[in-house]
């Protein structure tokens, strides 16, 4: 497989530190607020790597961070604890907004069919491993105390910059918000491991530590957390476009300078979700949320579908006149894969090889999710028995997870009411036949019913039906 790998800028060949196996880590939500459906996007398409990478016999092992503490309102370290301003905002603690949007979270994450992480760390729950780590920053002289908190020295680092030739003018914005410069910084791409002296004294959640009580920085967490779950050799690494920088370089910069060696070599980057004004983001105060889109009318996993129809390495435009022509086409999909036959034939397994070499060609090219799917209307309108094309739609369905064998046969299964409907129908048939006199007819009616688990009770009143 080929992967566009952000660290060299090329598509590189996948692979792994032990033959077979996939260290994964994916940097989680802050939870503070819900998900957008851009942060959703990002979540989605490492799902779907995750999942690939699965059905490509890896034996993979994805590990996911919850922030809840020390990621501020700058990606950078100034401002407000993001946490702390939930909390404000919603008049809760820390722990309580934390446990709220972090459900919320996995409850988005299941209606988009997006697999739970092997293991999710909340960040509070690794402040041992996080002191460890800044204690060994700060042993080998990678880090230094100044003004109460621990900062990471970049200017020992030989390159920095490792995603790009970032510039002081990248720099300014990933320090962004307009909030003053922080004068304990010997270089100004510096940044906090842990922070006892926070500009927000109010701060909720503090830790013991030998520099005194603090919290950590938001960059250590991921580096503590994957460290901890997978290891001094990560395989692949995870997020957004936006994390590269800082979040990322911060991460690799503390990682192999604890370490003594290279961390990760694979880093995956998912382009932003926009909508016509540009990025979609929480501080702008449009929350587009799955919850949102069912309101609305949509299936989620119309919005899995329309996701899976462009490529990660595009920035995806969302607008609802999109959204409705993805949802009619995943409606039609859907009515496509029920109208094949149920009939039992034997699966053609030659063409069942070839299309779905197809659809790993297209994913094995880095990613390419959209190519995926035309793979899956290839075999809808190949020439093959229809068990060989559910056969196919259920295989590629692993990776794509948008549930269509199981949406299609309820489509095709009667509802209730039109179950209901039928079963008034066969009653009035049974009561005519006795009327009738014609008992046998009555009686098979009746064994008809209760074969299907509805039992009849005569009453005064007449015939009346219940399910066993
Ligand atoms: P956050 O909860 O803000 O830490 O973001 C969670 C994830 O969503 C990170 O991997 C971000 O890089 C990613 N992300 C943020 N905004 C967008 C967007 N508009 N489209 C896609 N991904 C995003
Ligand atoms: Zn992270």
Redesign the pocket.
């Known amino acids: 497989m080929k992967l566009y790998n952000s660290l060299t800028r090329t598509k590189d060949e996948f692979v792994t530190h032990e033959p077979g196996k996939v260290g994964m880590y994916t940097?989680?939500?802050?939870v503070y607020h819900f998900?957008?459906i851009?942060?959703l996007?990002?979540?989605m398409m490492e799902d779907v790597l995750d999942k690939y990478l699965r059905y490509s016999g890896y034996e993979v092992k994805r590990v996911m961070n919850i922030?809840d503490v020390g990621?501020l309102t700058s990606d950078g370290d100034e401002g407000e604890d993001k946490m702390l301003k939930g909390a404000k905002r919603e008049h809760k603690t820390v722990m309580e907004i934390a446990k709220f949007y972090t459900d919320a979270f996995f409850e988005d994450c299941r209606k988009l069919n997006i697999r739970i992480p092997d293991v999710v760390e909340p960040a509070t729950g690794c402040i041992p491993e996080f002191i460890t780590l800044v204690q060994g920053l700060l042993d080998k002289g990678y880090a230094y105390e100044a003004g109460g908190n621990i900062y990471f020295d970049t200017s020992k680092l030989k390159r920095y910059y490792v995603f790009n030739n970032f510039d002081e003018e990248d720099l300014a914005v990933g320090v962004r918000e307009g909030v003053e410069a922080d004068e304990n910084k010997r270089n100004k791409t510096d940044f906090v491991l842990w922070f006892t002296k926070s500009k927000f004294e109010d701060q909720e959640l503090k830790w013991e530590s030998p520099w005194g009580l603090g919290y950590p920085g938001w960059h250590i967490e991921c580096s503590g957390i994957s460290i901890k779950h997978l290891g001094e050799y990560l395989d692949l690494h995870c997020?957004?476009?936006?994390?590269m920088f800082p979040h990322h370089t911060n991460e690799i910069a503390q990682s192999e300078a604890y370490l003594g060696h290279p961390w990760c070599p694979q880093w995956f980057h998912?382009?932003?979700?926009?909508t016509d004004s540009g990025?979609?983001?929480?501080s702008k105060g449009q929350i587009l949320t799955v919850s949102v889109l069912e309101e609305e009318g949509y299936d989620p996993l119309a919005y899995r579908f329309f996701c899976l129809q462009s490529h990660y390495r595009k920035s995806l435009v969302f607008s609802y006149e999109n959204l409705d022509n993805a949802q009619s086409a995943y409606q039609k999909l859907i009515a496509r894969v029920a109208a094949l036959s149920n009939e039992q034939q034997p699966v053609d397994e030659e063409v069942f090889a070839q299309l779905q070499a197809k659809f790993r060609e297209a994913l094995d090219n880095d990613l390419n999710t959209s190519l995926a799917v035309t793979a899956l209307y290839d075999v809808l309108k190949a020439d093959t028995n229809d068990a060989t094309k559910r056969a196919l739609i259920a295989d590629f369905d692993q990776v794509l997870g948008l549930d269509l064998i199981a949406k299609a046969e309820a489509l095709s299964a009667p509802s209730e009411d039109e179950d209901a409907e039928q079963i008034e129908q066969m009653l009035a048939l049974r009561t005519q036949a006795k009327k009738e006199k014609n008992w046998a007819e009555a009686d098979r009616i009746r064994d008809e019913l209760k074969a299907k688990g509805i039992i009849i009770e005569d009453t005064p009143q007449g015939p009346k039906w219940h399910r066993a």
Do not use: E, W
Not at 279 to 282: A, C, F, I, P, R
């Open positions: 940097c989680g939500p802050t998900a957008h851009g942060n996007r990002t979540y922030t990621h997020g957004g476009v936006d994390n998912v382009l932003h979700l926009n990025k979609m983001s929480k």
